[in-house]
């Protein structure tokens, strides 16, 4: 990169990027409602919008095993960001695509960011997706991240979705929607923490369109402290098909979480299971580890880290 950083930017980007890919890829990095930096490659290209904030990167047919950085940093209190991020994903490429967003705050004014972002992946394409979310700040102003994916699936294209929310986002609701066409795949794994008076929200929406389309979102979270989240799901099966949702969540302290789960089937020829579990941490498992000397929030600590893993 170009740009000198100073420490708060380095640290963010740590927690939400991996910065030695950065000089092998493709990147836009945004601060503060604007773009600092970019990087295009002959198989990438990223451009501004210029109807409303946001880029468009698009990705060449047959592209294979580039990766692609598009970070946001908030470090000023008082900015609320939208941004609006197109993907356009060529026929047979595989790709990484490394998102996310960090907010720094010091003061009492709130943080916010709005992603959303859209997916068109062509006809055999293949893309892994991470996005990471990180607050951080010794201010009293909150930090609140919603971000919204749409993804659009075409024969036989995949996309592999990880998102992380593990430490210091106040507010987050989360939308994700889905539209598979034939023999694509749609998996998702999310994983979140919340502590304090932290509220999580996360709404998924899947509908499978396609013969032989599939999907798979696993959610495992943890409310500590008085932190409430909920998790909303709906898989549609509108012809032969396959969706496995599962939510599995634990309970600390006065933590809340509410699962809603919906599966709709359209048609006789699809297969469609919703498995959900929540409670407290098995009262065995501390049993076990405090037996080979670590104390109860030791023990703790190591189980979650385990299951969020």
């Not at 990438?44 to 946001?54: E, L, M, W």
């Not at 032969?240 to 599995?248: R, S």
């Amino acid at each position: 990169m170009d740009i000198k950083l100073n420490d708060i930017e380095k640290n963010l980007l740590e927690k939400i990027a991996d910065n030695s890919e950065f000089k092998e890829g493709a990147y836009n990095i945004r601060e503060n409602g604007a773009g600092i930096e970019r990087k295009t490659t002959e198989n990438v290209n990223i451009v501004s919008k210029t109807d409303k904030p946001g880029i468009d990167i698009i990705v060449k047919e047959n592209t294979k095993h580039e990766f692609v950085h598009i970070p946001v940093m908030i470090t000023e209190s008082g900015v609320s960001d939208l941004v609006y991020n197109d993907f356009y994903i060529g026929k047979n490429a595989d790709i990484t695509i490394i998102a996310g967003c960090g907010i720094h705050n010091d003061h009492h004014l709130l943080s916010r960011h709005d992603g959303i972002h859209t997916f068109y992946l062509e006809e055999g394409a293949k893309v892994r997706y991470i996005e990471k979310h990180y607050g951080e700040g010794t201010g009293t102003g909150e930090r609140v991240l919603n971000p919204k994916t749409v993804v659009n699936l075409k024969k036989d294209a995949v996309l592999e979705m990880e998102t992380w929310q593990i430490e210091g986002v106040d507010s987050t609701i989360r939308e994700t929607v889905g539209n598979l066409e034939e023999n694509s795949n749609f998996v998702v794994t999310e994983k979140i923490m919340t502590h304090k008076e932290q509220f999580a929200k996360t709404v998924f929406e899947v509908n499978l369109n396609g013969k032989n389309s599939s999907t798979h979102v696993t959610s495992r979270s943890v409310a500590k402290d008085n932190s409430k989240q909920e998790f909303i799901s709906k898989v549609a099966g509108n012809t032969e098909c396959y969706g496995h949702v599962e939510c599995d969540a634990i309970i600390m302290d006065k933590g809340v979480v509410k699962a809603v789960p919906e599966i709709l089937a359209n048609s006789i020829d699809a297969r469609l299971i919703h498995e959900a579990a929540i409670g407290k941490i098995a009262g065995e498992q501390l049993t076990k580890l405090m037996t080979l000397g670590l104390d109860e929030k030791q023990a703790e600590e190591k189980i979650i880290n385990g299951f969020l893993k």
